[in-house]
């Protein structure tokens, strides 16, 4: 058995249980998976209060229609996490440029800038996927966790990152297609 | 006969982690509909890049998470209307645009009916005074429930503000509005709601101004925030 099928396992009970009402259920995938929502939603978006709004409303959404979930189609982690990428890269795209503008003139002092890592680190297996992540990542050449970074963790398309880096778009797109290539084998052959 | 992939695989990779624009959307759902929505292959590339981007979130610190928020989900009615399926794939993420102009289009057409009862309702002593027929309408966005809106007119100076559903600011709170012009936020008054409601009329010229920004602010209305904002309006895009 790989390192990540227990905690999956887990993950798919915790969905069937929740299409029966299971509320527990519920509040075990919250548990397990809102902190590192927020902290996604929190990267791209750059604004707490914001990112609030993101996990709230793909959980909301998990909770109103588990059955949404296709286990066919991949883990639950990823399937949560997507969902709170695709919102949060949407309000960034939707609000960017006054949000920004806005961000520049008044001060972020409630902005949470701890790292509470500790304080959430005990849950079954993400410690572990962390690691195997940050890994992966680490392992990448330069120039490809970079586009992979801005893309994802910054939000931007591939035409915003070619014109804020002068990389030619043909450039960032095979960039991206190599970095994907070597973090989608290089996940994998942790958990063979 | 075996299908080339490698465009599909570039632009699902770009895809998969939120960057694709422009005229590869289209290619992408092109290319798609040519293999056919049961190329093996294709759900092969899409589910797992969708797998790997998944897990890039894991590579950071995880978040506290509002302790309130599990117990607010939980309260809500849990009905499974179709618009309520989590959106989690590229029709469903470029259907978002259409639906959010939508209702951008019909809060401000519900706004512009607000703000001319209020303008002809509101006592002169408020000091609103009757809107022009070249107005604009501009609706705030944020974290705070009920809606914000404010109306002028280009070229000439003076806003009014009408809000309702407002949550209070806070104890010893109220809300102050900024004209934030480049990166310097000018005061433009402060407000408190009144049962969520509020009626303001600012004097200052809104014509330069980038954005509108709304703050919880001490009762002193101070000069310059102290607060992020909780609402928030661009006027780049006001024609």
Same mark, same amino acid.
Not at chain 1, 16 to 27: K, M, Q, T, Y
Not at chain 1, 97 to 125: N, T, Y
Not at chain 1, 149 to 162: P, V, W
Not at chain 2, 20 to 35: I, K, P
């Given at each position: 058995?790989?390192?990540?099928?227990?905690?999956?396992?887990?993950?798919?009970?915790?969905?069937?249980?929740?299409?029966?009402?299971?509320?527990?259920?519920?509040?075990?995938?919250?548990?397990?998976?809102?902190?590192?929502?927020?902290?996604?939603?929190?990267?791209?978006?750059?604004?707490?209060?914001?990112?609030?709004?993101?996990?709230?409303?793909?959980?909301?959404?998990?909770?109103?229609?588990?059955?949404?979930?296709?286990?066919?189609?991949?883990?639950?982690?990823?399937?949560?996490?997507?969902?709170?990428?695709?919102?949060?890269?949407?309000?960034?795209?939707?609000?960017?440029?006054?949000?920004?503008?806005?961000?520049?003139?008044?001060?972020?002092?409630?902005? %949470? #800038?701890?790292?509470?890592?500790?304080?959430? $680190?005990?849950?079954?297996? !993400?410690?572990?996927? +962390? =690691?195997?992540?940050? /890994?992966?990542?680490?392992?990448?050449?330069?120039?490809?966790?970079?586009?992979?970074?801005?893309?994802?963790?910054?939000?931007?398309?591939?035409?915003?990152?070619? %014109? #804020?880096?002068?990389?030619?778009?043909?450039? $960032?797109?095979?960039?991206? !297609?190599?970095?994907? +290539? =070597?973090?989608?084998? /290089?996940?994998?052959?942790?958990?063979? | 006969?075996?299908?080339?992939?490698?465009?599909?695989?570039?632009?699902?990779?770009?895809?998969?982690?939120?960057?694709?624009?422009?005229?590869?959307?289209?290619?992408?759902?092109?290319?798609?509909?040519?293999?056919?929505?049961?190329?093996?292959?294709?759900?092969?590339?899409?589910?797992?890049?969708?797998?790997?981007?998944?897990?890039?979130?894991?590579?950071?610190?995880?978040?506290?998470?509002?302790?309130?928020?599990?117990?607010?989900?939980?309260?809500?009615?849990?009905?499974?209307?179709?618009?309520?399926?989590?959106?989690?794939?590229?029709?469903?993420?470029?259907?978002?645009?259409?639906?959010?102009?939508?209702?951008?289009?019909?809060?401000?057409?519900?706004?512009?009916?607000?703000?001319?009862?209020?303008?002809?309702?509101?006592?002169?002593?408020?000091?609103?005074?009757?809107?022009?027929?070249?107005?604009?309408?501009?609706?705030?966005?944020?974290?705070?429930?009920?809606?914000?809106?404010?109306?002028?007119?280009?070229?000439?100076?003076?806003?009014?503000?009408?809000?309702?559903?407002?949550?209070?600011?806070?104890?010893?709170?109220?809300?102050?509005?900024?004209?934030?012009?480049?990166?310097?936020?000018?005061?433009?008054?402060?407000?408190?709601?009144?049962?969520?409601?509020?009626?303001?009329?600012?004097?200052?010229?809104?014509?330069?101004?980038?954005?509108?920004?709304?703050?919880?602010?001490?009762?002193?209305?101070?000069?310059?925030?102290?607060?992020?904002?909780?609402?928030?309006?661009?006027?780049?895009?006001?024609?």
């Amino acid at each position: 058995m790989g390192t990540t099928d227990l905690p999956e396992a887990r993950d798919r009970d915790l969905m069937s249980r929740l299409r029966g009402g299971d509320e527990d259920a519920f509040r075990g995938l919250f548990h397990r998976y809102g902190p590192s929502a927020k902290a996604l939603a929190q990267r791209v978006v750059r604004q707490s209060h914001l990112a609030e709004e993101i996990v709230q409303e793909a959980f909301m959404a998990v909770w109103r229609d588990p059955d949404a979930y296709d286990d066919e189609r991949g883990s639950v982690k990823s399937w949560l996490m997507g969902m709170v990428h695709h919102r949060a890269v949407d309000l960034v795209r939707r609000e960017e440029a006054h949000r920004r503008r806005a961000e520049a003139a008044i001060p972020q002092a409630m902005e %949470e #800038q701890a790292d509470h890592a500790d304080e959430v $680190v005990q849950q079954l297996g !993400l410690p572990e996927e +962390r =690691r195997i992540v940050r /890994a992966a990542l680490a392992d990448l050449p330069t120039e490809q966790r970079g586009v992979l970074e801005l893309m994802y963790f910054g939000g931007l398309s591939q035409s915003q990152i070619a %014109e #804020q880096t002068g990389i030619p778009l043909g450039t $960032v797109k095979s960039r991206t !297609l190599l970095g994907m +290539r =070597r973090m989608r084998d /290089a996940l994998a052959e942790v958990e063979r | 006969m075996t299908r080339d992939h490698s465009v599909i695989e570039e632009l699902m990779a770009i895809d998969a982690l939120g960057g694709l624009d422009g005229n590869d959307l289209a290619t992408l759902e092109r290319e798609r509909a040519a293999h056919g929505a049961d190329c093996a292959e294709c759900l092969a590339l899409e589910r797992t890049f969708a797998e790997t981007a998944g897990r890039l979130a894991f590579a950071l610190d995880p978040q506290p998470v509002d302790e309130d928020m599990l117990e607010r989900i939980l309260a809500a009615p849990r009905t499974s209307p179709a618009g309520a399926r989590p959106r989690d794939d590229l029709a469903e993420r470029r259907a978002r645009r259409p639906k959010a102009w939508q209702a951008l289009v019909a809060a401000a057409a519900a706004i512009v009916l607000l703000v001319v009862v209020v303008v002809t309702a509101l006592p002169s002593t408020t000091g609103v005074t009757e809107a022009a027929p070249t107005q604009r309408i501009v609706t705030f966005s944020g974290e705070t429930d009920g809606t914000l809106a404010m109306a002028f007119t280009p070229g000439q100076p003076g806003a009014v503000f009408w809000g309702s559903g407002l949550p209070d600011p806070g104890p010893g709170k109220v809300y102050e509005i900024w004209m934030i012009e480049g990166d310097r936020p000018v005061s433009g008054g402060c407000v408190s709601p009144t049962d969520g409601v509020i009626a303001l009329r600012v004097d200052a010229n809104i014509g330069t101004t980038d954005t509108m920004a709304v703050t919880a602010e001490p009762a002193d209305c101070p000069a310059a925030p102290t607060s992020p904002p909780v609402l928030l309006a661009d006027l780049t895009t006001v024609v």
